[in-house]
């Protein structure tokens, strides 16, 4: 029963326009989300995340949306560049107080010069 | 500052053999979780530590454990090997107790890539 998921296990977007990666979760206990990138032969490195009373959370190039009821949330990266092209992961603890994170399968991005 | 350190970064076994992979946080760090990556899977944990306890196990066979010691680095084990048990294993450490202390976010190292032959 994967309770994160990420549909689109790649995505292609030319440098300089928006890249929005995608995550749906079926755990409605779930109330705080983190996006992971990771790049070959690295570990991964955290990114954004948003707590369940945010609908929007902003870092930059980076900006975390989540629709509550809809169970989804989205990655915005706008403007993208190349240096993004990696994996893409979200993410979420079972609860407070834990590291136990379930992870997404991930989307690769490729950002094209 | 020194970074989640795992050792060795990659190895080779054959069926039915036991493995020992170790991790070494970041300094202040006392928190530790391990997560297997497979192609097929993904990211699953596999446990977390803090302070020498382990808090959480996800729902891996009693073949695969763990344990934290005194100055919070980490080993895992793998007993029995089998050839789906090959995989990068990940370790992460974090300074406080949950995702929510501190930005949330765990470091991870680079992993330790087993091939189980």
């Known amino acids: 029963d994967q309770q994160v998921k990420q549909n689109s296990p790649s995505l292609s977007v030319q440098e300089g326009r928006i890249s929005i990666l995608n995550c749906d979760y079926t755990?409605?206990?779930?109330?705080?989300f983190l996006w992971y990138k990771k790049y070959p032969a690295e570990g991964p490195t955290f990114l954004i995340s948003?707590?369940?009373?945010?609908d929007k959370n902003e870092d930059g190039r980076f900006t975390v949306f989540l629709n509550k009821s809809a169970k989804h949330l989205s990655l915005h990266i706008v403007p993208s560049q190349p240096g993004d092209s990696a994996v893409y992961f979200c993410?979420?603890?079972?609860?407070?107080?834990?590291?136990?994170?379930?992870f997404g399968k991930g989307t690769k991005l490729s950002v094209i010069p | 500052k020194a970074g989640v350190t795992q050792t060795p970064r990659y190895l080779i076994k054959t069926r039915g053999q036991q493995v020992t992979l170790s991790c070494s946080p970041i300094?202040?760090?006392?928190?530790v979780s391990w997560y297997q990556q497979t192609p097929g899977q993904g990211l699953q944990f596999l446990f977390e530590?803090?302070?020498?306890?382990?808090?959480n196990k996800g729902n891996f066979p009693g073949r695969f454990s763990g344990r934290q010691f005194s100055n919070s680095r980490s080993e895992m084990n793998v007993s029995t090997l089998e050839l789906g048990d090959s995989a990068l294993y990940l370790c992460?450490?974090?300074?406080?107790?949950?995702?929510?202390?501190?930005?949330?976010?765990?470091?991870f190292g680079e992993g330790s890539r087993l091939t189980v032959l």
């Open positions: 993410a979420a603890p079972p609860g407070a107080g834990s590291y136990q994170l379930t």
């Open positions: 530590y803090f302070s020498e306890t382990q808090r």
């Open positions: 992460a450490s974090s300074p406080g107790q949950g995702v929510r202390g501190n930005t949330g976010e765990l470091f």
């Open positions: 300094s202040g760090h006392r928190s």
């Open positions: 948003i707590s369940s009373i945010k």
């Open positions: 755990n409605s206990m779930f109330d705080y």
